[in-house]
């Protein structure tokens, strides 16, 4: 801006300068042998009057380069201030990619841990129904087949032994343990892991009635498994108010085959003080 306000002053001091001399020229014209002394010394002073103007130039021209070194050291200035921030632009830019490279990976990370889980609560319980049926000792195994009698096998059990609770819900099929026993005779039902174990190969029928209450996005279910394999299921759902699924079957076992209850998955199981979930069975005969 300052550059700009030098370049008509300089033209002005030069017009000025110019005007002032020719006037000057017009203003001493004088008649062919008239002129004085005092009129031969005026050349004299036109020239320091030209010698002033130059002088004026130059001092502007000064100005004018003085003004312009200062200005490129700003641009310069600017130039590197520029250049700094557009580096850190990049590298801000460099920083975001890379966290949201990291967002993504996480998110994939924790989509596999929550695969993870969940097969690690089938093998889970897969373990648990291979071990119980491996706990039955060759001992029990000889003292049956000894035996030889026909075995009076039944039971009867609730899913909580005092108070009230709702089970549920859970992203997998969740062993459901049954542990207000009411009746258990030969004792092959386990409170302590819901596992029945048969005693002797034979027809048993079991019977089971879940209780929950109405939800708009959880049923209440559960469904009977027989060494790990689903046999029946008893389902159902509404938005309110009480439901009770329930469902049976009569199943030929052989000695040490395994029965219990699953949880159904994304399902919610409740039960009181009044028993309303149960779980039953007994053996009809032998084979």
Same mark, same amino acid.
């Given at each position: 801006?300052?550059?700009? &306000? #030098? ?16 006037? *000057?020229?017009?203003?001493? %014209? ?5 002129? &004085?002394?005092?009129?031969?010394? *005026?050349? &004299? ?26 200005? #490129? ?28 490279? /990291? ?48 075995? /009076? ?47 002797? #190969? ?28 689903? %046999?029946? %299921? ?28 699953? /949880? ?8 009181? /003080?009044?028993?309303? &979930? ?10």
């Amino acid at each position: 801006m300052e550059m700009t &306000t #030098r370049f008509p002053l300089l033209l002005l001091i030069c017009s000025l300068c110019t005007a002032q001399l020719q006037t *000057e020229s017009d203003n001493h %014209i004088i008649p062919l042998g008239g002129e &004085t002394e005092a009129v031969r010394r *005026e050349p &004299t002073n036109t020239t320091d009057q030209q010698q002033g103007c130059k002088q004026d130039i130059h001092a502007v021209l000064r100005e004018m380069s003085a003004s312009l070194a200062e200005q #490129r050291v700003e641009m310069r200035h600017l130039q590197r201030e520029n250049e700094a921030q557009a580096e850190k632009l990049n590298k801000l830019e460099l920083q975001t990619t890379e966290l949201e490279k /990291q967002k993504t990976e996480l998110k994939l990370q924790k989509t596999e841990v929550d695969k993870l889980k969940q097969e690690l609560q089938a093998q889970t319980a897969e373990l648990i129904s291979i071990k119980a049926r491996t706990n039955v000792t060759e001992n029990q195994v000889e003292v049956l087949k000894r035996d030889g009698k026909v075995k /009076q096998v039944a039971f009867s059990a609730s899913l909580f032994t005092s108070g009230h609770g709702t089970l549920g819900p859970f992203n997998t099929q969740t062993p459901l343990v049954f542990r207000h026993v009411v009746t258990n005779i030969g004792n092959a039902y386990n409170p302590n892991t819901g596992f029945f174990i048969a005693p002797v #190969r034979g027809a048993y029928h079991f019977e089971f009635h879940i209780y929950g209450h109405g939800h708009a996005s959880h049923p209440t279910a559960a469904v009977l498994v027989k060494n790990g394999e689903n %046999i029946f %299921i008893a389902y159902e759902h509404q938005p309110s108010y009480s439901v009770n699924p329930s469902n049976g079957v009569t199943l030929l076992l052989e000695v040490g085959d395994v029965v219990f209850m699953h /949880q159904w998955t994304n399902t919610r199981i409740h039960d009181n /003080q009044n028993h309303r &979930t149960t779980f039953s069975g007994h053996l009809l005969f032998t084979m």
